[in-house]
DNA sequence: TGGTCATGTGACCAGTAGGTCATATTGTAT
DNA sequence: ATACAATATGACCTACTGGTCACATGACCA
């Protein structure tokens, strides 16, 4: 955790070294990343950054804490559309309220997953921290088993990885095509975006095999009214 | 390309210093590799290394090529065991078939891969290399798709996205998992870990939820028989 | 034996990293 | 105005990086 002096800060310095540390982490990755960078460009001396932080890590932990306080806040006044969703329409709805999110934030977001899909899977550090995201997951799947939606056979941890695979893979894409556009947010509220979403969510439903009922027939009913 | 004095090592030399790297890069990724821990852990000068390489990314490209070579003949007397096959029944082979050869050289294995899939997603010079995987897959899709076994509501680079993942992930999960047996080979030939690829090819068929046909009645005949 | 060419070597270079610290500046309370 | 604590600073340290090069060693042929 950054030391108190980092907090008595005014909030723009703060702002200012915080949003390098952003942009640092998200162009450099943990490990390549540079303090003397960092430094350089938020326009505060070295010896200042150690009046405020341990090391790098302890930056990069507080963009975590900075990034979780932030997706709570946003999430507060979310509320699902519906009662009574069942586990893969909540699971929806999550994913795009969490787009939504990232297109908010994108460099933070960019930044820290960098930083944890790469290198920290790596450094048992963000072990216990990626073990809280999953416990949510966990339940929730259980849930899902025992409520006869998803297959028994294929057990909660499995299942849990096969979710957070997905979950990452549409983030990325989303992060990644999303910097390209010159409104992010717009193209990703963009009819097409959410149908490409929509497209993944269903092949992690059903799968990528054909069936009777595929992707065109469940979705018709949005396109047509 | 290693300059030609590297070809003319002495078979034992030139595997000393292409292990070494090996475990270089496995161990700390393409960026924060170590020139000098490794001509420190090969037993050849600094000297000699640029003798033999023009750069760290010139033995990366090597241990690409190494890859490559070794894969080629490892699957070059390997058949499909039957005729015949659907798209996903022969996609279902080259994992299973892919996951032997890991075992098989799972550090080299460990250290492309993590240089790929991590750093090398942020470098340019990777995109053609990668871009040369995804071809046979995508021509896989598209025939997949013509032949009725795939959802076409699906746009093949979707689907290539979507195959290219879970083979990562399968990948990831043999290696990962695989590195902690004291005999990875029994290990992935077992039939736990083989029921838990094709769980995870199974869900990737027909997704995480339950239908009429869920896995445990799909595989029965495997396991009675 | 002497000559020539390929190979091997490690001291050395400039650049950068993370981190420290004596000193300078600022803010605040008396 | 003075005293004292909090904060700001950048020169400086050591360690390590990728890379070079003058020289040593070895192999082979005349």
Redesign the pocket.
């Known amino acids: 955790m950054p030391k108190?002096?980092f907090f008595?800060?005014p909030e723009e310095k703060r702002e200012k070294i915080i949003n390098a540390a952003i942009d640092e982490f998200a162009e450099y990755g943990l490990e390549k990343?540079?303090?003397?960078?960092i430094v350089a460009n938020s326009g505060?001396?070295?010896?200042?950054f150690?009046?405020y932080f341990e090391?790098?890590h302890d930056v990069f932990l507080h963009l975590l804490a900075v990034l979780e306080r932030e997706k709570m806040e946003y999430f507060k006044d979310k509320h699902p559309p519906a009662r009574n969703m069942d586990t893969f329409q909540y699971f929806r709805w999550m994913i795009k309220t969490g787009m939504e999110f990232n297109s908010a934030y994108p460099r933070l977001v960019q930044a820290v997953s960098r930083v944890m899909l790469n290198e920290g899977m790596y450094y048992l550090d963000f072990a216990n921290i990626r073990e809280r995201t999953t416990q949510g997951l966990r339940t929730m799947i259980r849930q899902a088993i025992q409520n006869g939606e998803v297959d028994p056979s294929v057990d909660v941890d499995l299942a849990v990885m096969i979710m957070e695979t997905w979950s990452n893979a549409i983030s990325n894409y989303i992060l990644q095509e999303g910097m390209k556009q010159k409104d992010i947010m717009k193209w990703v509220r963009s009819a097409k975006t959410q149908e490409t979403i929509d497209k993944m969510l269903y092949v992690m439903e059903y799968g990528l095999r054909k069936t009777e009922s595929d992707f065109a027939k469940t979705f018709q009913e949005r396109t047509t009214s």
Not at 33 to 37: D, P, V
Not at 44 to 48: D, H, L, Q, V
């Open positions: 108190p002096t008595n800060l990343a540079s303090i003397n960078r505060i001396a070295k010896g200042s150690y009046q090391d790098k």
